[in-house]
């Protein structure tokens, strides 16, 4: 399905699909994708999880994984974003949400995923609960000091191939930023820490791929969304 002209609504084969203004292209700038949705799920300056709005605005600076996943969804559609965040002590979370209830919404989602109680992926997280409760969901000390060392060694590298005007030693300084960029990709993903901005040394913003790659792409893979 083709972009379409802003504010048109399309029949499209994806199932569930039922508005789409045309302005979520690849071409998109991240913001433009943002004010799309927002239209799309038209839901004011609240947050919607799956049938139900909430006013997170108190609950930003206290949100564990940062602020910037709440403010950047204000007036979205964030149940995908939600069910794939929250992975374990799931009912702690929805005692949280509940404190910020608003009222009941009866407009359709624009998404075809239901998140059923009994479905696939409500299943799933079920199960994956008490193995991920044993084995941790963030980076292990390993993790976490490779991706230290990749951004010292890149930051070495450089300075000293540029004092000493070395282009192999620049070159070998471009590989570990490769490296350091595509490790400090997973930092991004998850609570604010110091490691996320390391992705910020390729001249890309973490931010802005928070939304093009977590926020989009993760959350509505090979999708018109």
């Avoid at 000091?145 to 620049?170: H, K, N, R, V, W």
Wanted: with cysteine; aromatic share 12%.
């Amino acid at each position: 399905m083709s972009p379409t002209p802003e504010n048109t609504q399309v029949i499209s084969s994806f199932p569930g699909l039922w508005k789409y203004t045309g302005k979520r292209s690849i071409s998109a700038d991240n913001y433009d994708w943002l004010e799309a949705k927002r239209r799309d799920d038209n839901v004011g300056d609240l947050w919607r999880v799956h049938d139900k709005l909430y006013n997170l605005s108190a609950f930003i600076q206290k949100h564990p994984g940062g602020a910037d996943w709440i403010e950047l969804t204000r007036g979205t559609d964030i149940t995908e974003l939600y069910e794939a965040s929250h992975m374990i002590n799931v009912h702690n979370v929805e005692k949280i949400l509940e404190k910020y209830f608003v009222q009941q919404i009866h407009t359709p989602r624009n998404s075809p995923y239901t998140f059923k109680t009994d479905g696939f992926y409500k299943t799933l997280k079920r199960r994956a609960e008490p193995i991920l409760k044993s084995i941790g969901t963030g980076p292990t000390k390993q993790v976490e000091f490779a991706q230290d060392l990749l951004c010292l060694s890149y930051l070495a590298f450089t300075f000293t191939g540029a004092y000493l005007e070395s282009i192999p030693m620049l070159i070998i300084a471009g590989l570990i930023l490769t490296f350091c960029t595509i490790s400090a990709h997973n930092f991004f993903h998850l609570r604010d820490t110091k490691r996320r901005y390391y992705f910020d040394l390729c001249l890309m913003s973490s931010l802005d791929w928070r939304i093009s790659h977590a926020i989009s792409h993760h959350m509505f893979p090979n999708t018109i969304l």
